[in-house]
């Protein structure tokens, strides 16, 4: 996966209002991004699907994975309305963060800020797409399908 680089892979800095981990097998998740692509990884050897990406198989060991597009239809199955965020999210308040199910895969992520709560119901069908935060920074969020 990706290209070996020598100087420090530093992409992932780029994701989400605070990122954590700006080093990490799995930069091009950000390249990604930056092309309008919310990416997933797939096992090459035994089929498992990973989101978030991963580099590496937990179930058979194996390194040779493939990305994929999250695309199409989840089903929304949880949400919660944030009121209190970590240090570093509270300009983003108030927020809901959800879980999409895929079918083979769940998505973590934010509902986008113009879906009215309201209309937020578990089981409503949801898509994933690339949000610029106003600080520059790259997310995804989920929208109605
Ligand atoms: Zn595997």
Redesign the pocket.
């Known amino acids: 996966m990706g290209k070996p680089k020598k100087e420090i892979d530093d992409r992932f800095k780029k994701f989400g209002t605070v990122s954590f981990t700006s080093i990490t097998k799995v930069n091009d998740f950000i390249d990604y991004l930056d092309q309008g692509k919310v990416m997933g990884t797939r ?1 090459k ?2 089929g ?1 699907i990973f989101f978030p990406p991963r580099a590496d ?1 937990y ?2 060991l ?1 390194s040779d994975m493939e990305w994929f597009d999250v695309s199409g239809k989840g089903k929304l199955v949880s949400y919660s309305k944030l009121e209190f965020a970590p240090i570093g999210f509270g300009d983003d308040l108030p927020y809901a963060i959800a879980l999409l199910d895929y079918g083979n895969y769940k998505v973590f992520g934010r509902i986008a800020n113009d879906v009215p709560e309201d209309e937020i119901q578990v089981g409503m069908e949801m898509t994933t797409r690339i949000n610029q935060l106003p600080n520059g920074q790259l997310n995804y969020v989920f929208q109605k399908a």
């Open positions: 096992c050897v035994c498992r198989c179930a058979c194996s």
